[in-house]
């Protein structure tokens, strides 16, 4: 039995996808000790975690829309470097008493990379979204083509966080937020929708994305034989009533059978409901899926892979930057339809065309089912400790 150390932001989009493998090791028999935010701390217990309750919140501005700004950024850069000093204690006092044989982290959260090096064991990256390698940067492709590289408040917060990592002797690394590649990578996303896939080596494991017990259990069944239309702009960028309303006009009264997600939203916002819709706070968006014919969605990376895997074709409606590479990427694929500037018209028009998208969807569906989800990312793992032994033996 091995002793897995993973470690995470309080987000449920980077915590959600590792599950699936936290339930795996512990199945297996293996030990799994979860570190986040209280905020995020329900799905690993559930998964059969030990939790390890970190002083993290989510960072400053995760409501905002629009392009990416330089004083966004270092806004980020300021919350993981205060973040970090104050969960970097936590996680060194904790697993230095209860040592692990490998961290795995989220590929955003570099304590989870100074735990391991700290402690001189196997540190695994873990991608919820694109990966990035010494030639592609998902960064970069976020980032507007006017970002200002040099804005004063930027340059101070990565100056402070060379001073942070100046101060740990033992990182084998020092760059702690952009540059720096993991000597192994767990993807969850099938390399078929990595943007520049051709260059990423055996370093990454694209392991697509996998269900967790949980949502194979979750059920949901539709009232009618009329096709499923599932709308749902996600957990963080959903505080958009102009958006739903748009959407009670353009599918109020016609043939699909709607099921609406809008979050903490007033659904008094929304003005008089169609009969044709089902209106929640929140949906079993799987269970949803397994029956829906069309998804529009917000196209953040696990909705994307939820929707592929069930072979759903879905319309793109990004509230971030990440968002709309996503969109774009899902367009250049033939699996998904981006609309910037919904409208009536351009929400009827785009889910009519997206039916057309179903044959590419279907094979994108086999391709996310046969990466290897979270039983092929921990073979790996085990993979990767048994070698560990061998040496030492030898």
Sequence with gaps: MAHFAFVSAPASGHVNPTLPLVEELVRRGHRVSYATGPATMDGPLAAGA???VLPSELPPDMGARGEFTADQLAVTLEY???????????LSDHFSADRPDAVCYDSVTFTGRMLANLLGVHEIS???TFAENESFSATQVYLPPDFDHTHPRLVAAIQEMGKFAQGHKFLDDPNLMFGYVAPTSVVFIPREFQLSGETFD??????GPSLGSWQVAEEWSPRSDAPVLLISLGTVFNERPEFYRLCVEAFGDTAWQVVMAIGALDPQSLGPVPGNFEVHARVPQVAVLRHAKAFLSHAGMNSTMEALYHGVPFVAVPQIPEQRVIARRAEALQVGKALAEPTVQGLRDAVSEAESFRPR???MSRTV??????????????KLLTQQRLEGMG
């Design 50 to 52: 030990t939790p390890v």
């Design 80 to 90: 993981f470097l205060a973040d970090a000093r104050a969960s970097f204690p936590v």
């Design 126 to 128: 873990l991608v919820p």
């Design 202 to 207: 055996e370093r990454f494991h694209f392991v």
């Design 361 to 363: 969807v279907a094979a």
């Design 369 to 382: 089912r046969a990466a290897g989800g979270a039983a092929k990312a921990a073979d790996m793992l085990e």
